[in-house]
């Protein structure tokens, strides 16, 4: 779906929160998936304008999980690794976005390139490992 | 210039009688929304607007220049419809009756022409189809300016200030947090510890769905605004799944006082202000149960 606007944020919440109750997820790594997806959604808002989030239900040997793919055309990210360290922020925020959504989230990467935008794919799984 | 565009000069009368008649006929209408002068109006300046610009030859691109008046005209008309309480079959069918119009029109004038009646019908089809699919566009912007609107004034109800005990405040906050929220929030908290001289605030965020590093970070600011206030405040309502949520994030609230429940956090502001609650008789209860 697209966002583009800070209403889309609690949309899009939503929609999260109706795939992994769909697979049947706890309510404690549902909220792990929810704030990670916030924290992401509102990062591509923030400094890339909006893009577009996929959600999809994977399964890998008989488990099922939520993956979630966050596309955008915004700046881009020069030093991923000092984006990645805890309190570090462009903005005016804590600097705990992307660092606590990979604590978050069973599975977290994410490719950037000055310039060409965003892309970072999450994946939680139903019982969280 | 083309047949239609002079059909719609001469049979304007014609057209637009059996355009009013057929949209008169249609079971949906709802005559107590508008009144037939009001949609005699609009369907002549309608018609009028269409003649000349098709007289201009232009028949296909409805973003060009001439068609500026006649969009204008259709956007006008189905953002009031929308507002008005309008049914999207409604407001399509407004265009749509035309097309039916002009088309009977056409074949009168056209008998016996098979061919270039065809042509013309076609072309008619084309120009009124996306002259209607502006008016669906423009429909529906109209209602999601409503249901903006709407949850603009959710927003601004949704956060009472409550005066619980003396000197003892409390602040449910339901639904997301953002930055203009908690404006609202931090505002009203601050003007209420100003008039009613109160050193303790409750922030009870149960019915905060989501707890991410922004709302974290605006109840870090609305704590602080109200400590150089001089008031204590303390943050009840955080879930089992929210605290696990907040440690993983790596948010620090260890110098907040942080509560389970709103009953806790009352606990706790009355013991910080040495006032006790206790049960008079073994029947009746004053204040709070535990």
Known sequence: ?129 | MNTTAQLLHSKKKTILESWMSNQLSDQGLRDDLISNEELHKQSDELLNGLARAMATGNTDNIYAAEYEPITEILSDISITRARQGFSPRETGMYVLSLKKAIADALEQELAGQHEQLYKEVMMVNRLLDSLSVVTFETFIKGREEVILRQSDEISEISTPVIKVWEGILALPIIGTLDSARTQVVMESLLQEIVNTGSNIAILDISGVPAVDSLVAQHLIKTVSATRLMGAECIISGIRAEIAQTIVHLGIDLSNIKTKASLASALQLAFSMNRIEVKSHSKSTTFGFKR
Request: overall charge positive; proline content about 2%.
């Open chain 1, 1 to 129: 779906m697209q966002i583009v606007r800070e209403q889309d944020v609690v949309l899009f919440r939503n929609r999260v929160r109706e795939y992994s109750t769909k697979i049947g997820m706890s309510l404690v790594n549902q909220t792990k998936l929810i704030t990670a997806a916030s924290e992401l959604v509102r990062n591509m808002l923030k400094y890339a304008n909006g893009g577009q989030v996929v959600i999809e239900i994977i399964s890998k040997s008989a488990q099922n999980g939520v993956r979630l793919t966050f596309t955008d055309q915004g700046p881009g990210i020069a030093d991923i690794q000092q984006a990645m360290q805890d309190g570090f922020s462009t903005g005016k925020s804590l600097g705990l976005g992307l660092p606590g959504a990979k604590r978050l989230v069973n599975e977290f990467d994410i490719q950037s390139k000055p310039g060409e935008g965003t892309r970072v794919t999450v994946i939680h799984w139903k019982h969280g490992r």
